[in-house]
């Protein structure tokens, strides 16, 4: 078994300021001295997050993100200069955030082991899914509590969420964009970078306003497919696609359905039969059609699928995961799925 090295906040009061000057010399160009200097002035912070107290003594110096959806909010933040690692990846990184994220070690593509994450030594660690950080996944928050390591799960994967209902779970309350903006107003003032968490937020907002600026799809039914061809993974109502979904005006093909991704034959698809299919286009290698080309391959020859109306016109929109998911990227989604439509002449 590894040996398990102890984690920053178990350190000795010297150990702790040596690492600090370092990490502050060796930080990148977005994490600007100021922050730095004057963060500490707001300790200790409390974050109250899905149910568990996040208590942060001091701001971050090695954090860890289990998750690609809080990565590239860390990353959005200008934090690469205080992370020290990141894991499961379903996507290549958001666009602009490449150097930043060369500079923070991957500590596996999918979900590492405790064991890795505790070599990292990390004095804060965050996940996007409540699966990453509970029983059979990576750990529970509480094994990292007990080492004085705080967590943060991402509220769009709690609040009025049921994971316990089988799958991925199903939600009472559709998801909405505010619970993502909420999410990067946490991790900004958990890192005492509450300015830049304000204009991430602003960024996004716009994106949003523009690229549904005068947009009806009213009356367009869309169906998303994240993976697998045998028993396809199609999103439910209240999720993220339910959120761009409502961004865009138009309807989800399976709105009657509260569950996460629920698994529905072909043929309850045919009878639906979307206007539009937004595809997953992913780079992992788990399921069945993970890539949008395997899945188009799939809905052309497939008997129960070749006869749909969106596939005879080729209406197809792809979209990474990581926008398929609550994350900074499902703005990406309403942006993509807006142009989309317009591009099919079937918004006004």
Request: glycine share 8%.
């Amino acid at each position: 078994m590894p040996v398990l090295r102890t984690p920053v906040l178990l350190r000795t009061p010297a150990l702790l300021l040596a690492s600090a000057l370092l990490l502050t010399a060796c930080g990148s160009a977005g994490d600007d001295a100021k922050s730095e200097q004057t963060s500490a002035a707001g300790y200790p912070v409390t974050l109250d997050n899905c149910g568990h107290k996040a208590i942060l003594k001091s701001a971050p110096k090695r954090a860890v993100s289990l998750n690609q959806g809080t990565t590239e909010i860390l990353l959005s933040l200008g934090l690469a200069g205080r992370m020290a690692g990141t894991a499961t990846w379903t996507d290549p990184v958001m666009k602009g955030l490449e150097k930043a994220d060369t500079s923070v070690p991957r500590l596996a593509d999918n979900a590492p082991s405790f064991e890795k994450v505790l070599d990292a030594e990390p004095d804060f660690v965050t996940a996007s899914f409540v699966s990453t950080l509970g029983k059979g996944g990576v750990a529970t928050r509480e094994q990292f509590e007990k080492l004085g390591v705080p967590t943060y799960v991402s509220p769009s994967d709690c609040s009025g969420k049921d994971n316990d209902s089988g799958g991925d779970g199903s939600r009472s309350k559709p998801l909405t964009l505010d619970a993502l903006y909420g999410e990067i107003r946490d991790l900004a003032r958990a890192f005492g970078v509450e300015e830049r968490g304000e204009k991430v937020v602003a960024d996004l907002k716009e994106r949003v306003r523009k690229a549904t600026d005068g947009l009806d799809a009213s009356g367009v039914s869309l169906m998303y497919w994240f993976a697998n061809s045998q028993s396809p993974y199609l999103a439910g109502c209240c999720g993220a696609p339910g959120a761009i979904t409502r961004a865009v005006g138009a309807k989800n093909a399976f709105s009657d359905t509260h569950d996460e991704w629920p698994q529905i034959n072909w043929e309850t698809v045919a009878d639906r039969d979307p206007d539009v299919i937004v595809l997953g286009d992913l780079t992992r290698k788990q399921q069945t059609a993970e890539t949008a080309a395997a899945k188009i391959r799939f809905l052309e020859t497939n008997p129960a699928t070749r006869n749909l109306n969106a596939v005879k016109k080729k209406r197809y929109v792809l979209l990474s995961g990581q926008a398929m998911n609550p994350s900074i990227r499902t703005v990406e989604g309403i942006e993509k799925v807006a142009a989309g439509l317009r591009d099919f002449g079937l918004a006004k």
